[in-house]
Every structure is written in structure tokens, then in C-alpha cells.
T-cell receptor, first 110, second 117 residues
Framework: GQSLEQPSEVTAVEGAIVQINCTYQ??????LSWYQQHDGGAPTFLSYNALDGLEETGRFSSFLSRSDSYGYLLLQELQMKDSASYFC???????????FGAGTRLAVHP | EAGVTQFPSHSVIEKGQTVTLRCDPISGHDNLYWYRRVMGKEIKFLLHFVKESKQDESGMPNNRFLAERTGGTYSTLKVQPAELEDSGVYFC???????????????FGPGTRLLVL
């Protein structure tokens, strides 16, 4: 089957750095994406990695290692507004279908 | 530019009833997707339209679910008759036309929260 594994919950304090890991097992792989979702809101695209390495977008960075079927999202200088659920998703197959992990709930405390 | 919109935001129905969910994608986006998140689990793919054609409906759970996209604009997802296990959040997403070797960002709507009693 196809599956993505990520921690269910992560807790951190304001100003800290947190890393959310994602390992995947899929029949095809065309890239790893990360989405953020606040309670009751729409999943919002954060980043995408098609090739190995680090992609940086402001306070957020995402890393991919295709040989290890592993990626992570790194959030720096955490703010209270970063409290949300974070989903990793793999594009598996030629039609852009996304396979999601169950999500990691991040709680940022003062 | 308006994002993906979905209607209704919430729906509570009884088992056996029919519910129709609507999604309006971002203007100009040919690709439209339906996903579902049940009981706090992962978001699962249901189907994918390219314009008015169903490109991939491998995630549709059974024949009680019917999706349409008239004229390649908005889409509807009808559940008839609804069962208890259909409860969840139904998301719609859209993206631009696929370009060779390029990942097109999928933009999600806020979802419809369906509760079947």
C-alpha cells in the first residue's frame, strides 16, 4: 500500500526551531509537498521538493532525501500563529493526485 | 483573485438522505480535485477532473458518490444515500493545467464539514 508517516503532535516554545519528519512509501514519487492547516481553515501550500536537498522559504525550509524516502519541514523562529496542523503529501502517479500523511499538530507555547 | 470556495461550509443530515456539495475552483484552473478527511485521519484523494472530464476517480469509495463538473467550471459531489461513515470534511482543490515535468500547486478550499446522523 501507500503510506506516509509523520508524528501526530509536536510542542515547542515561541522563538524555537522545530522539525517535522515525514517518511513515505508510495508506488510512485513525483515530489513531496507540505501544507499547513489552521483549525477550520483550508490546507495552505507551504513548500515542494522534487529533488534532493533543502528548499528555503522565509522561516520555513523543507528537505528531501529520495534515497531514504524521507523529508522534513523545518520551522524557525516559531510564532504563536504557527500553531496548526502540518501535512506532508506525495504526488504519486502522473495525474498529480496527492497522497497525504495524517498530519502533525504543532502547538507553540509562550 | 478569489480562492477555491466550497458550499455549504457545514451540513448535518440523517442517514439515508442525499447531500450535494459544491466547489468553485480558482478561475482558469482546469484541474479540480476532491479529497476527504475522515475522523482526523489523513486527507484522502477521491477524484480528479481535467476540465469536464474525470481523469482519475480511483479514490471514490463506492457508487453512492457521484461527482460532476458541468462545463468544466464548478463541480458538485453528491452522496446518495448518505451513510454514517460518510461523515468527514470534504475538500476541493484546484490547480492550473499541467505542464511537462512541473508540479502545479493545488490550492484548497476551506472544506465542507458533513455529519451524517
Amino acid at each position: 500500500g501507500q503510506s506516509l508517516e509523520q508524528p501526530s503532535e509536536v510542542t515547542a516554545v515561541e522563538g524555537a526551531i522545530v522539525q517535522i519528519n515525514c517518511t513515505y512509501q508510495t508506488s510512485g514519487f513525483y515530489g513531496l509537498s507540505w501544507y499547513q492547516q489552521h483549525d477550520g481553515g483550508a490546507p495552505t501550500f507551504l513548500s515542494y521538493n522534487a529533488l534532493d536537498g533543502l528548499e528555503e522559504t522565509g522561516r520555513f525550509s523543507s528537505f528531501l532525501s529520495r534515497s531514504d524516502s524521507y523529508g522534513y519541514l523545518l520551522l524557525q523562529e516559531l510564532q504563536m500563529k504557527d500553531s496548526a496542523s502540518y501535512f506532508c503529501a506525495v504526488r504519486s502517479g502522473g495525474y498529480n493526485k496527492l497522497i497525504f500523511g495524517a498530519g502533525t499538530r504543532l502547538a507553540v507555547h509562550p | 483573485e478569489a480562492g477555491v470556495t466550497q458550499f455549504p461550509s457545514h451540513s448535518v443530515i440523517e442517514k439515508g438522505q442525499t447531500v450535494t456539495l459544491r466547489c468553485d475552483p480558482i478561475s482558469g484552473h482546469d484541474n479540480l480535485y476532491w479529497y476527504r478527511r475522515v475522523m482526523g485521519k489523513e486527507i484522502k484523494f477521491l477524484l480528479h477532473f481535467v476540465k469536464e472530464s474525470k481523469q482519475d476517480e480511483s479514490g471514490m469509495p463506492n457508487n453512492r458518490f457521484l461527482a460532476e463538473r458541468t462545463g468544466g467550471t464548478y463541480s458538485t459531489l453528491k452522496v446518495q444515500p448518505a451513510e454514517l461513515e460518510d461523515s468527514g470534511v470534504y475538500f476541493c482543490a484546484s490547480s492550473q493545467e499541467r505542464a511537462s515535468g512541473r508540479q502545479e500547486t493545488q490550492y484548497f478550499g476551506p472544506g465542507t464539514r458533513l455529519l451524517v446522523l
